[in-house]
């Protein structure tokens, strides 16, 4: 099992007369890859990936700021 997070940041230009919102700023990808024992029973969802000693919450809340990005999780 491998999961992903992905970061993106932005940010917005504003002038007097033009304004530019949402021009990429940054990108950053963490991939961590796992046994299959770690599959829970009943698989993944959002509850048990966001859980305090989730996969999830263990790894990507060290690795990945929460500020005013957008995070992305994908599992393959």
Known sequence: MRLTCQQSSWHHLTGNEISVLGL???????AF???????????????????EQSLMFTKFSTMCAFGT???KVIMS
């Open 24 to 30: 990429p700023d940054g990108t950053r990808s963490d």
């Open 69 to 71: 990005s957008s995070i």
């Open 33 to 51: 890859t796992y046994d299959d024992k770690h599959m829970p029973v009943g698989g993944l969802n959002l509850e048990t990936l966001s859980a």
